[in-house]
């Protein structure tokens, strides 16, 4: 949608009540950024760091090379990819494109605009690039799961910082490279020139927690202390997951408890579902009460840690009452997950003719978790028919899960349908499904094998 300058240069602009056209630009520079950094969105099109800007132009205001970098730092999503356009070439005609603090500002716009191209071209034109540049385009890589890329940039950077460090490591972590991670911190710790924060250890305890290594877990929580770091919030949840996720509710709960009043909603969904992951239904949802009773406000993820705690236990009563609360008391609207967590509920307690009732009433399509959680009801009950619709619909909305193709033979061959049986095994072949083969791991000697 298009604005007219005039409309975002409107001399009734609520913030700018400046009637001298010749006030020093570090006013118009303090008022871009706060406006980048509000809240809450701008009511209307004229309340926006771009009308400041114009605003800025039209009474002459000698520019500075603040001006562009807190404007670009409101350009942050694919959607404004041509509105950043538009100010890198407003920073080329003023002459500022070069300056390197706009140049690093112009890297952070075009990578959270999902652009890693450009921002890659405003790295390479500049003649020395400084830390905070090298950080930006290896981060631009990371994002976009170049990691080759942004392990060359990384092992070719003059110097290194923990944000540095810090960006590499998450890069392994959330494109699934846990173990090289894991060599990476080794290698942070061999050079000894950067001392890891709170961050850092956060992202390496989230990969012992992926690859399920709980040696290396206990090792990392052992060198936060050695180290004299304070356990702040965010580190005590990761730390709480990792331990949940690696057999220990113990220590998860110790360090869920050491966190005292700074405990926030994540750190509380954390152990909820910590503890509905271990069965300890009755500990989940005491827990869940004693942190309303703190007057903390649940979210989604909370609910689903109290809903897969009533599907371990078997409790249809408190399942359904805490399904209806969702909506009911703190207006959150159930997700397919939600559903999902109530359709097993009802299938593992025999209760199918309710999970049909769900389905049929959900206000989104099902999907294949929710046929999923059906089949798995149907086929505790015994109940073939809806295992074979279950099945039809897994595969109808999944072609290539093998699991599903080999379920529906094995029923039909339990009902002695032996013809749809072998129709089944024929369409694998057809359709060149192949059946996928399990597979497992095992920590020997503190290595995952």
């Not at 990371?142 to 540095?164: C, H, Q, T, W």
Request: with cysteine; aromatic share 8%.
């Amino acid at each position: 949608m298009q604005v007219s300058t005039r409309k975002l240069i409107s001399l009734t602009h609520p913030s700018l009540n400046l009637s001298h056209p010749t006030v020093e630009s570090f006013v118009w520079n303090t008022l871009i950024r706060a406006h980048v950094q509000r809240t809450h969105p701008p009511t209307t099109q004229s309340h926006t760091p771009l009308s400041i800007f114009l605003r800025m132009r039209f009474h002459g205001v000698q520019l500075d090379y603040y001006t562009f970098p807190f404007l670009l730092h409101s350009v942050h999503s694919p959607s404004h990819l041509q509105l950043g356009r538009l100010i890198h070439s407003q920073s080329i005609l003023f002459g500022f494109s070069f300056d390197p603090f706009v140049q690093t500002s112009l890297i952070s716009m075009y990578t959270a605009c999902g652009n890693v191209g450009s921002a890659r071209r405003v790295f390479d034109e500049m003649p020395q690039p400084d830390l905070p540049s090298w950080n930006s385009i290896m981060n631009a890589n990371v994002k976009a799961g170049l990691l080759s890329v942004a392990r060359e940039l990384f092992d070719k950077m003059p110097s290194r910082n923990v944000i540095s460090w810090s960006s590499m490591l998450d890069g392994y972590v959330r494109w699934g490279q846990c173990e090289e991670a894991l060599v990476l911190f080794s290698q942070m710790q061999e050079e000894n020139k950067v001392t890891p924060n709170e961050y850092t250890m956060s992202i390496l305890v989230a990969a012992c927690e992926q690859l399920g290594s709980l040696e290396h877990g206990k090792w990392a929580h052992a060198y936060v202390y050695k180290l004299g770091m304070d356990i702040n919030v965010v580190l005590g949840t990761s730390l709480i997951e990792m331990y949940a996720k690696c057999g220990s509710i113990v220590r998860a709960r110790l360090v869920f408890e050491n966190l005292g009043p700074k405990k926030d909603l994540m750190a509380w969904s954390a152990m909820i579902s910590g503890l509905a992951m271990h069965g300890r239904w009755e500990d989940c949802l005491r827990l869940f009460s004693n942190m309303v009773d703190n007057g903390v406000r649940p979210d989604d993820i909370t609910f689903l840690g109290v809903l897969s705690a009533c599907v371990h236990g078997g409790l249809v009563r408190q399942g359904k009452e805490m399904f209806e609360r969702i909506s009911k008391e703190f207006g959150i609207s159930p997700s397919v997950q939600h559903y999902g967590c109530m359709i097993d509920l009802y299938g593992r307690a025999g209760l199918i003719n309710e999970a049909w009732n769900l389905v049929n009433t959900m206000p989104m399509e099902p999907d294949v978790l929710i046929w999923g959680a059906l089949l798995s009801g149907a086929r505790i009950c015994g109940d073939i028919e809806t295992c074979e619709v279950a099945l039809n619909k897994i595969i109808k909305l999944d072609p290539t899960n093998s699991a599903a193709y080999v379920l529906l033979s094995n029923v039909y061959a339990k009902m002695g349908r032996w013809k749809d049986a072998r129709h089944i095994r024929n369409l694998m072949e057809t359709k060149r499904v192949k059946k996928v083969p399990g597979l497992s791991s095992i920590e020997v000697d503190g290595r995952i094998r």
